[in-house]
Structure formats: C-alpha cells, structure tokens
C-alpha cells in the first residue's frame, strides 16, 4: 500500500504549452514514431499519452520499436533501421539512445525522451531555450541530483564510511552521475566503491562484491536498470543490503528509497513533442524541458525486513510510504 504523506504540487514542466488533448489529428496521415531504447521494454506511459492526444495504432499511428535490451553496441544499427523504415519521427530514451541516434540521422526529427546527461554539454541541442538543429525533448540531469541521492542513502544510514555504486559500463549518463556522486561524497566523509555492470548478467556479482565492504547501494539513473528492477531488489534483499534507486516504481519493487522525478510525467511530455511535430512544429524550435518536482519514496517494508529504524527526519521529508 502507498501512503500519500504530501500531496505537492505536480511535476511542473513548464518551458512548452500542452496541446489540447481532444483536437483531431490532421486528416489522412498515419504517422510511424519510432522507438529507440537502451531497455528492454516500451515503458507504457508513452503509449498511454500517444493514445490521448489521439493516436491508436493501426488507425493513424505506426509504431516501430528498437530495443537494445541492455546491449548499448546494438543502439547505432538498430537507429539505423528506424531510419530505413523512414519513421516521421524517434523517441529516443537514455543518452546512448540519443547518440545513436543523432549519428544516424539529421533529418528525422529527434525527440529526448529522456536524457540524464545535459543536451548542451553533449552537443544534442545548441541551447535549451532554441535546440536549433533535428533533436528537442525533456532532459533530467541525474548528475545534478545525485548528490542529494546520496546524501539521503548517508541519512538513513548515519554510521555508513563506505557505500556502494551500480553503474554500467559505457554509458555516458553513468559515468557523469558517478563522478557528482564522488564530488559529494567528500563532503558526506564517506568512500565509494563503483561497481560497473555490462548488463543483467553482471548484477549477482556485483551486489555480492557490495556486500563486502559497503554498507550501502546507491543504484544511479539508467534504462536498464529500471527494466530490471524487480531483480536488484531481490538481489538487495538476498545479501540484505539496502539500496538507494531514483524512480519510485523501483521503490515499489522492492528498493529501500527512491529519489527522482515522476517517471510517468517525463514519458507523457515527450508524447507531447512527437505530437507537435506530427502537427509541424520543427524541433528547433521547441524548447527542452526539465522536470522541477523530486520525489522522496521510502519502502518500509524492505526497511523492517533489513531491520532498519527510518530516521523521523526522512519520514517527514516524504511524499510517498509504502508499508
């Protein structure tokens, strides 16, 4: 059960107006979006959102999707089949799917859905404000974050000297929000101990290499590790470890915290850019978007069963309690 403990305002996006959800669609067209994804599964809400602002699939809508499923060498030939089946547009998930992605077309309209690292920084977009060339989106900088992530897994786990790192190996997003976590753990007098995983195959390993030293897991930001997160729980829960993941679907799977933006929300924004380009806007011209609204979701459950006492700080800092 999930105990709404504050009821804050939604995530706010605020840079691009919503189209409205009941205006028909230009007559005649079936648009095909293509999906690019470092993970192994569509996530629904995307769906869900195209269906609302009325695309249904095999009515007006084709949806072409490529799913590297954790293998990140897969994402430049898997880009360059979207662009042979001459999709209207690509959504376009994690940094290495942007990439690929990027490499592979700079015609096709790109829409970020999400990115993790800063689009400026990676060259994506010239600015926020005017992304100027085929790529816009929504963004959420995990690095930027990460800091706070950490320091919430240091809060619960006041006597901890030492915590541990799952991130994956070659991918971008990774390793910036691994080199913020080192930067604060400085300043949280604790060590790190980085794990780097090629794909599901390489978590058993990890977690138990974890488990040796660190007394906990800080999960960062990535595609597959969300689609794998029934998984790292139970793996958590194995060497009763507690681990610290950023959505609160990975909370719900088992995770001890979470910290991060609405998931759901960033999806269903992007499904709004795919939308105004389908109407013809260019993406040059549509700002990037970036959530201000974090969420705090504790797993009181997986803290009993690792025989932890939440600190009543944490609990009042809060926005959602499973229990």
């Not at 910036?176 to 090629?198: M, Y």
């Not at 950023?246 to 939308?275: F, K």
Request: charged share 20%.
């Amino acid at each position: 059960m999930i105990i709404p403990v504050a009821l804050g305002a939604a995530l706010v996006l605020g840079l691009l107006a919503v189209p409205l959800v009941g205006e028909a669609q230009p007559a005649g067209k079936m648009y095909r979006v293509g999906y690019l994804s470092s993970a192994a599964s569509v996530f629904e809400p995307f769906r869900q959102a195209l269906r609302e602002l009325g695309y249904v699939e095999g009515q007006n809508l084709v949806m072409e999707v490529r799913l590297a499923a954790g293998r990140l060498d897969q994402l430049p030939a898997l880009a360059a089949d979207l662009v042979r089946a001459r999709v209207d547009v690509i959504a376009a998930v994690s940094p290495p799917a942007i990439q690929a992605a990027k490499e592979a077309t700079t015609t096709i309209p790109i829409v970020m859905a999400f990115t993790g690292v800063d689009p400026v920084q990676n060259r994506f977009v010239e600015s926020l404000a005017r992304p100027g060339g085929n790529i816009t989106g929504v963004m959420m900088i995990a690095d930027e974050i990460s800091g706070k992530r950490l320091a919430l897994l240091k809060e619960m786990l006041r006597r901890a000297t030492r915590i541990a790192v799952l991130a994956q190996v070659n991918h971008s997003a990774s390793a910036s929000q691994v080199q913020a976590a080192r930067e604060a753990a400085k300043n949280l007098g604790i060590e790190l101990d980085v794990l780097e995983v090629r794909d599901s195959r390489d978590y058993e390993t990890a977690v138990a290499a974890a488990t040796k030293r660190a007394r906990g897991l800080f999960v960062v930001s990535n595609p597959t590790f969300f689609d794998d997160r029934q998984r790292l729980a139970a793996l958590a829960a194995k060497h009763r470890l507690p681990i610290l993941c950023e959505w609160r679907e990975m909370a719900e799977a088992g995770c001890l915290m979470a910290y991060g933006p609405n998931i759901s929300d960033l999806y269903r924004r992007a499904a709004t850019y795919v939308d105004r380009i389908a109407r013809g806007a260019t993406p040059a011209d549509l700002p990037v978007e970036q959530p201000t609204k974090f969420e705090l979701t504790i797993n009181l459950r997986t803290a009993k069963a690792l025989g932890l006492t939440v600190p009543q700080s944490l609990l009042l800092q809060a926005d959602q309690i499973i229990q």
